[in-house]
């Protein structure tokens, strides 16, 4: 069965809230409009108005009601709409959600989700196209998810709703329509992804391509053109940034002993420059050459549609930076 992005997000949704009565949903249109995306459509009929609740766009007040929601022993999984709102409560998500499991000792949970859709989105323009990512993997104790496919982000949300710590679930907007081939009897299982596990996508022996998000299929499509070209690209998917899977993907760089990294968000301060330090810093005498990153341009998002597209890495542009490597 093909299954778009957007339908395993709502159906792992329905999931976990017909399996536990503590799951709570609350944000920015997500009752009787279903979400601006569509994917919580019908769950304030199924799960009536105690559980799918509509809130004022406040996002502080979101993320402190969340909080409180969980330490009371419910498990909220709650929506801020666009990643970029996540701005409007940082200091909520970076200094209560982030740290209080850790202030407060062993016994302390707090099981709690923030969903959002992450990056560009043809046209949403500068205030609601940013992968936020990078700024939050400076946010000792939060979890982050970012799932490339289906498959993917049913199981991981599976998981980050079931866990006990503090997880940001980014939802690249550019994924939502795309689908994939999944058995019928593996996606209706109660499957979930571990968290903290990267999955090499597609095996290679001449460079080791780390893909973030919207980014792995462009990754992948470009693996396979380079092939013709005898370049042999591994695409490594961390899933998750924070626990990051290092495991795996310094095994990858040390067959290949080259090592790259595409992003959506900003090239200065991305997730693709902490990736580059941590390479540089832990294995140096396995690279042949420097880290490449490969990322969007340091600009606000454009939002003409031609300069928008331009921005952020193409599958052009990441063949050409991987030929650039070899030269």
């Not at 053109?225 to 998750?240: G, M, N």
């Not at 200065?268 to 990322?295: H, N, W």
Request: charged share 25%.
């Amino acid at each position: 069965m093909k299954v778009s992005y957007s339908k395993a997000i709502g159906d792992a949704l329905k999931e976990e809230m017909r399996r536990d009565e503590r799951i709570v949903m609350i944000g920015e249109d997500i009752g009787e409009y279903g979400n601006i995306f569509g994917i919580t459509r019908g769950m304030l009929e199924e799960f009536g108005s105690k559980r799918v609740r509509n809130t004022p766009i406040v996002e502080n007040a979101i993320v402190s009601c969340g909080v409180g929601a969980a330490i009371t022993g419910l498990r909220p999984c709650f929506e801020l709409m666009y990643s970029d709102f996540t701005m409007c409560s940082f200091t909520e998500i970076f200094h209560i959600m982030a740290k209080w499991r850790y202030m407060h000792g062993p016994d302390f949970k707090l099981p709690m989700v923030i969903r959002n859709a992450s990056g560009s989105a043809n046209g949403a323009a500068a205030e609601h196209s940013n992968p936020v990512e990078s700024l939050f993997m400076h946010a000792a104790g939060l979890t982050i998810i970012t799932p490339s496919c289906a498959y993917d982000a049913k199981g991981l949300l599976k998981s980050a709703i079931r866990s006990d710590n503090p997880v940001l679930f980014c939802e690249p907007k550019q994924l939502y329509q795309t689908k994939q081939e999944i058995p019928e009897d593996i996606y209706n299982s109660d499957y979930t992804v571990p968290i903290g596990v990267a999955d090499v996508k597609r095996e290679g022996a001449d460079v080791t391509l780390v893909a973030i998000g919207l980014m792995v299929p462009r990754a992948l499509e470009a693996a396979e053109r380079l092939a013709a070209e005898e370049i042999s690209v591994e695409v490594v998917d961390p899933r998750t940034l924070a626990p990051l899977d290092t495991e795996t993907i310094y095994a990858s760089i040390s067959k290949t002993h080259r090592a790259a990294v595409v992003e959506e968000s900003n090239k200065t301060s991305g997730v693709g420059a902490e990736l580059a330090a941590k390479f540089q810093e832990d294995l140096y005498y396995e690279l042949d050459g420097p880290v490449c990153r490969i990322a969007a341009l340091d600009v606000p998002m454009p939002y003409n549609l031609e300069m928008e597209h331009y921005s952020i890495p193409t599958v052009e542009r990441i063949m050409d930076s991987i030929r650039g490597m070899f030269r």
